[in-house]
């Protein structure tokens, strides 16, 4: 098999440089911390049931369940009765106000999340719920009502009727993984996948502040893979996120998930391997790896493949579950850092049962691009979980990944981002499995807000709660 390798193996442990030469300035600025500022309650009954090992509550893939714009955070879920709930707060506040925006959830299926984003240019608050791999829903707010919290009362009659078409605009019979991202412009863009599962195209729409326009697909479901065990001929890219840099630039770390397990050891692991990188520096239009060579156009033949040169940040192959839709993130120099976790190579070449064998010996890991290259990480603490783990850089670029059950570890930028360290146990918040952070507060009051959803058995309903800790300021 030909290798599109960037990453090197003599990198692949714990002994990388410091990100930046300027180690002075660094130096200077102070290290990761975490302090608790506090607990809300979003709901006491929030609707509960486990599938995909997983809550429809907290997907860490959601994006965006939990966000902050203009001094007040907003949230997203589904109460008892499966009715689709969205709360707001100001900042600090210990009450949310909410509002139901008139849809049940169908099934009792994990991935049905609910995401959320805002359209800077005329002030709403967009939604997209209810799907994997069928149709979705879709609601949104009238105009200025995020501009104006404190002007514009929170009610229904704020929220227009669900619909099953963004304003007409149909996407896919097979539409799964909404992920809203604001342009620099203050556009709003919605990417997801079209598709199933091994055999999946990621696309994305555009919103300018008066209508939705179809921009179409940006990578292939074609093309072969050969792995020791065997060959595929369909699969999808998994993205672990797709953000802005403070420059404009649009990055996206992802894995690819094969079709034919015949790629695999043995059966019961996941079909996922490799960790790819790509970035477009024209909002979306355009993409390139990572030595700027154009792999890729959205809505045109030629898209991001799986035979493309140069994709590869970090091999592996199918036979130690690595996990999909993990997490990223940019520093404030704009270069790109992920989370990826999987079962790593002494504890064995072969996974069996993906969730027994990540829970018992899974690892997260910190991929970032530094001035010198591609440097990766191992994270000292257990995953005990098969779940996911989330990433975000703090104003000094210190990097915290949350794990499953609210655990916090975090690396000063200072090492290197190599001094990963537990900083929070996650003791008493009684956490099921992965949580949701608000990726937009940390920019804005340097507070880290995490959604977590207690445990509980069978579908009995569970409190949702957000709880915040301050970083460093």
Same mark, same amino acid.
């Given at each position: ?29 102070? =290290? ?7 607990? !809300? ?69 994990? /991935? ?10 005329? =002030? ?7 799907? /994997? ?14 501009? *104006?919290?404190?002007?514009?009362? $929170? ?37 997801? &996948? ?23 697909? $940006? ?21 672990? +996120? ?22 695999? @050891? ?14 477009? *520096? ?9 030595? +700027? ?6 809505? =045109? ?29 940019? *520093? ?17 070449? @072969? ?23 591609? &440097?990766? !990480? ?38 290197? /981002? ?56």
């Amino acid at each position: 098999m030909r290798r599109r390798t960037l990453l090197a193996g003599a990198l692949l442990g714990t002994a990388a440089a410091p990100a930046l030469a300027a180690g002075t300035a660094r130096a200077a600025a102070p =290290g990761p911390s975490v302090t608790r500022a506090g607990s !809300t309650t979003l709901d006491s009954r929030a609707i509960y049931f486990v599938s995909y090992d997983g809550l429809v509550n907290n997907n860490s893939f959601q994006k965006n369940g939990l966000l902050t714009h203009e001094g007040h955070q907003y949230a997203a879920w589904y109460t008892a009765d499966r009715g689709a709930v969205v709360g707001r707060r100001a900042l600090g506040a210990s009450t949310w106000e909410t509002v139901r925006v008139g849809h049940f959830l169908r099934y009792d299926d994990s /991935h049905n999340v609910i995401s959320m984003g805002v359209s800077r240019t005329d =002030g709403r608050l967009h939604l997209t719920m209810d799907s /994997h791999s069928d149709g979705f829903t879709y609601v949104k707010s009238v105009a200025g009502l995020l501009d *104006d919290p404190t002007g514009l009362s $929170w009610t229904a009659s704020r929220f227009g009727a669900p619909q099953s078409t963004l304003d007409g605009l149909a996407l896919t019979p097979q539409f799964t993984y909404p992920q809203f991202v604001a342009t620099p412009e203050g556009r709003l863009q919605l990417s997801y &996948r079209a598709g199933v599962s091994g055999n999946g195209r990621n696309a994305l729409a555009e919103y300018d502040g008066t209508r939705w326009t179809a921009l179409g697909e $940006w990578s292939a479901s074609t093309g072969t893979y050969s792995s020791e065990h065997g060959s595929s001929t369909a699969r999808n890219m998994y993205l672990h +996120g797709i953000d802005y840099d403070r420059g404009g630039r649009l990055h996206s770390f992802f894995t690819w998930r094969e079709q034919n397990g015949a790629v695999m @050891c043995g059966g019961g692991g996941i079909t996922n391997h490799d960790t790819g990188y790509v970035y477009s *520096d024209d909002r979306g239009r355009t993409w390139r790896n990572d030595a +700027g060579t154009v792999v890729g156009r959205t809505g =045109g033949s030629d898209r991001v493949s799986v035979a493309d040169a140069g994709l590869v940040v970090d091999p592996l192959n199918p036979d130690h579950s690595l996990m999909n839709q993990e997490s990223q993130s940019t *520093d404030s120099a704009g270069r790109p850092h992920a989370i990826i976790s999987y079962v790593p190579g002494r504890f064995g070449q @072969c996974t069996t049962d993906y969730v027994a064998d990540r829970t018992a010996n899974g690892r997260a890991f910190h991929v970032r691009r530094t001035a010198g290259g591609w &440097r990766k !990480t191992e994270i000292p603490v257990p995953l005990n979980s098969s779940q996911r783990t989330k990433l975000v850089l703090d104003r000094y670029d210190n990097a915290y990944a949350v794990f499953p059950y609210g655990r916090v570890a975090a690396a000063s930028a200072a090492s290197g /981002h190599t001094d990963w360290k537990l900083l929070y146990d996650g003791a008493g918040l009684n956490a099921f499995g992965e949580v949701v952070i608000d990726e937009t507060r940390v920019a804005q009051d340097g507070v880290l807000s995490v959604m977590y959803q207690e445990k509980s058995t069978g579908t009995t309903p569970s409190p949702l709660h957000v709880v915040d800790f301050r970083l460093p300021t």
